[in-house]
């Protein structure tokens, strides 16, 4: 057994615990109330009517409850598991065992050893090799087209990167739309109209094209995709892609975030990677079209960089690579907040481990209430005040959300 710390420990179990060589998971060791109190979350794979399902089995106070959720769904679902307050987590999987303890002091330890699930994976109908919404295995023409896999179909080396990022960012969106339980969810079906999805600096498109490949082709679901990035250039190449494809109901335009005006307000607006403030351009962009869900991954960060100075914090603003990470965790905190003001339920999370990216962070919201929560704006005014910057968040979200701060 090997032992190792990590700052992206959050990933490194998302990825063991959606994975198709999952077995089980068993959360452990609340620090503080699981609400209801429940002492012990166990989830594993079953199969019901012969789909692939996750059953979780609450346990505390002597009673245990047991929710089935369909698979499309667990991602979610363990995200808000996870965001709980277990100190122990142990996933079991086909390849291996992974243990994390969170210590009192909030350090985390992590162990990693063989698989001590006994025997063959279980005989349940899924892909053997990973689990992601565009299978890593085989030809596939459209992801050969698009340039991620060659001729035999195997993804490129130089795409391997990207590949994991498009696969991982989209098993986080898809259960938003597809979702067919719980809070109200984004049901194409139940909209008199196909879904509108914005992606925003979309650049090569590769989450573009692949996100309208799962939900089009794949889940069959009536939606209408479009991209917009500001280069001329990659919008020319999106559109000759597109065109080979045969893909019409795909869009692209030249266009600055901000002032883009889509033909219909957005159902749901993404960016992967946009540049700096362009994220926030992006989350603004949702909020004001009233979007009913929001998912973006920031990239770089430079707006409070050199805007963020208190007395407490000079040993660590000195240096300057924790200074930036400083500024880059209250930059996408002001985002949040801000999401969260404006009614939006909001989770920060890591959507695919640091190697696949070090920009591995993600936003995702879903839009479930009226704007004024009033503890959000207490947080983000208190927040602002301490730092004593102005987020551009704020200044985009503009006269919608200066009533309340
Ligand atoms: C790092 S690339 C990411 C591209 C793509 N989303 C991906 O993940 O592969 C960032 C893209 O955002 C675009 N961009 C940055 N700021 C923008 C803005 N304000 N409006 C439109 N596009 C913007 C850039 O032109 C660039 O293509």
């Keep these: 057994m090997s032992s190792t710390h990590s700052d992206n420990w959050q990933a490194m179990v998302r990825e063991a615990a959606i994975g198709a060589a999952f077995r089980r998971l068993t959360l452990s060791a609340p620090a503080g109330a699981a609400e209801p109190p429940w002492e012990k979350i166990v989830a594993r794979p079953v199969e019901i009517r012969s789909d692939r399902c996750i059953q979780v089995t609450y346990s505390g106070g002597g009673k245990n409850n047991v929710r089935n959720f369909r698979e499309r769904e667990w991602p979610r679902q363990f995200d808000d598991l996870l965001a709980g307050p277990f100190t122990q987590i142990h996933v079991q999987t086909a390849d291996g065992d992974l243990h994390i303890r969170i210590t009192r002091k909030g350090r985390v330890l992590i162990s990693k050893g063989a698989p001590s699930v006994a025997g063959p994976a279980q005989a349940l109908p899924h892909n053997r090799t990973k689990d992601y919404p565009l299978p890593a295995d085989g030809p596939d023409s459209f992801l050969e087209a698009i340039g991620i896999k060659n001729q035999r179909g195997e993804v490129r080396p130089s795409m391997q990167a990207k590949f994991r990022q498009i696969n991982a960012f989209i098993g986080l969106v898809e259960p938003l739309v597809v979702r067919s339980t719980g809070d109200e969810p984004l049901v194409p079906a139940r909209l008199p109209r196909p879904l509108e999805i ?69 159902d749901l607006v993404l960016s992967l990677h946009a540049c700096d403030t362009a994220t926030d ?125």
């Design 281 to 405: 351009e992006a989350i603004a962009k949702g909020i004001l079209s009233n979007s009913r869900a929001i998912v973006a991954a920031p990239c770089c960060q430079h707006e409070l960089h050199h805007k963020i100075k208190s007395p407490h914090f000079t040993a660590v603003l000195r240096h300057g690579i924790l200074r930036e990470r400083l500024a880059d965790i209250l930059t996408d905190t002001f985002r949040a907040l801000a999401l969260q003001i404006m009614g939006y339920r909001t989770q920060v999370v890591e959507f695919v481990s640091a190697d696949a990216t070090p920009k591995n962070l993600l936003i995702r919201a879903e839009r479930t209430q009226e704007p004024g929560n009033a503890d959000a704006a207490r947080e983000y005014v208190e927040l602002k005040q301490f730092w004593n910057v102005e987020p551009a968040i704020e200044g985009l979200l503009g006269t919608a959300f200066r009533p309340f701060v």
């Design 198 to 266: 914005l992606d925003c600096g979309c650049g090569s498109a590769y989450l573009t094209f692949a996100l309208h490949h799962v939900l089009v082709h794949s889940r069959r679901i009536r939606a209408t995709l479009t991209g917009i990035d500001r280069n001329r250039e990659v919008i020319e190449k999106c559109l000759a892609l597109r065109d080979q494809l045969g893909w019409s109901d795909l869009s692209f335009h030249v266009a600055d975030i901000g002032a883009f005006r889509p033909a219909n307000p957005p």
